[in-house]
Each structure stands twice: as C-alpha cells, then as structure tokens.
T-cell receptor, first 117, second 117 residues
Framework: AQTVTQSQPEMSVQEAETVTLSCTYDTSESNYYLFWYKQPPSRQMILVIRQEAYKQQNATENRFSVNFQKAAKSFSLKISDSQLGDTAMYFCAFMKHAQGGSEKLVFGKGMKLTVNP | DTAVSQTPKYLVTQMGNDKSIKCEQNLGHDTMYWYKQDSKKFLKIMFSYNNKELIINETVPNRFSPKSPDKAHLNLHINSLELGDSAVYFC????????????????FGSGTRLTVV
C-alpha cells in the first residue's frame, strides 16, 4: 500500500517570501502521479500542481514549482512570492497508474500554511 | 456553470437517522468518487464509480450505500447515522488516466459538512 507523509503540520511565512512544503511517499509502483492540492478556508479542494513520475523535469505553475526526487521518493512544493491568498491547508497526494475508475488519490495528512502580511 | 455540485452543503441530523447527499457533474467525466475528510482534515477515498459501475469500495461500513443512476450523478445514502460519521464528504470526478492530458486531475465538489448530534 502507498503512504504519503507530510511531516510539517503547520508553517507560517511573510508575504512575498518563498516557502517550501515537504512531502515524502512510499510505493513500490514505477508508474504513478503526484499532486499538490490546496484547501482554503472555503473548503474547496483546488489542484495546485501535478507531476508524472516518468517525467524528469520538475513541474511548474506560475509561482508554484516542485522538487521531485524520485529515488528519494520526495515531492516538495515551493511557493514563491507568497500571497495572502495562499493561506490554506496543503495536501500532497499520490496516485498509481490505473484505469477505469481505479484512479485513487492517497493523501498526506496536510499542512496548514499561513501567509502573514 | 458549477462543474461538480453537491447538495446539501451542510447537514445536521440526529443519531439513527438516514440521510442522503447528492452529487452531479457536468464535465462529461466517466468516473466519480466519494471521499471523506475527518475532523483532523485527513482525506480518504470511500467509493469510485466508472460509468455507473462500482469500482472502489474502500472498506466502508455497509450503512453507506452509493448509487449512480447515470455517469453524471453519484449519490451517497447513509443509514443509521452515528456520531463518528460526522465529517466533510467530498464528491469528485475525473476523466480517467487513459485520457491524461495537461490539465489532468480530479475536480472536487465543495463538500458537505455532516454533523451527527
């Protein structure tokens, strides 16, 4: 079974600074996908970024980028130029390659990020 | 133009009651899911359906019965509610990994906060 570990339960950062959220995972699968989801106080689950394990290039989405270390099974999220709207719970998630409804997300316990003005 | 809509958003009920949560998606996705987020914010899959067929049933008590009348709808019925059922229940949909594209990811509904008193 796959497991996802987010070891930092909570972090705070000043606006405009850079912050890195850590995530490690354990799997014996070779073909899988990794995601970061954001959950603001509104409760909505929002996809921030995703990475396919077969891609060596780290994914980037505007101010969000990942550091994917496949051998170390590490998938950290870097948020540059933090904004107040980045305040949220952040969840790292794993999905092994599957089809036909078996695409299951396995989540870490989440990390609460607070961006201070 | 809501992509995945759940009703109701809030549900307060007494122990022993039976309740339903409805979910509809207008994205044309083949797969729909129910996830449960407990009081510690941990998210875990409960069920998945692919084209109305149950695919994943993640050791959920049989008091929980999902029903998918068509691929755009997935409802969750809960019998004999218990205090421990209090949680946020998220419906989600995806187009499946076989159609993996640059925007692949789940689309989540806004959640239903169920409180059993």
């Amino acid at each position: 079974a796959q497991t996802v570990t987010q070891s930092q339960p909570e972090m705070s950062v000043q606006e405009a600074e850079t912050v890195t959220l850590s995530c490690t995972y354990d799997t014996s699968e070779s073909n899988y996908y990794l995601f970061w989801y954001k959950q603001p106080p509104s409760r909505q689950m929002i996809l921030v970024i995703r990475q396919e394990a077969y891609k060596q290039q780290n994914a980037t989405e505007n101010r969000f980028s990942v550091n994917f270390q496949k051998a170390a099974k590490s998938f950290s999220l870097k948020i540059s130029d933090s904004q107040l709207g980045d305040t949220a719970m952040y969840f790292c998630a794993f999905m092994k390659h599957a089809q036909g409804g078996s695409e299951k997300l396995v989540f870490g316990k989440g990390m609460k990020l607070t961006v201070n003005p | 133009d809501t992509a995945v809509s759940q009703t109701p958003k809030y549900l307060v009920t007494q122990m022993g009651n039976d309740k339903s949560i409805k979910c509809e998606q207008n994205l044309g996705h083949d797969t729909m899911y129910w996830y449960k987020q407990d009081s510690k914010k941990f998210l875990k899959i409960m069920f998945s359906y692919n084209n109305k067929e149950l695919i994943i049933n993640e050791t959920v008590p049989n008091r929980f019965s999902p029903k998918s009348p068509d691929k755009a709808h997935l409802n969750l019925h809960i019998n004999s509610l218990e205090l421990g059922d209090s949680a946020v229940y998220f419906c989600a949909s995806s187009q499946g990994l076989r159609r993996l594209g640059p925007n692949y990811g789940y689309t989540f509904g806004s959640g239903t906060r169920l409180t059993v008193v």
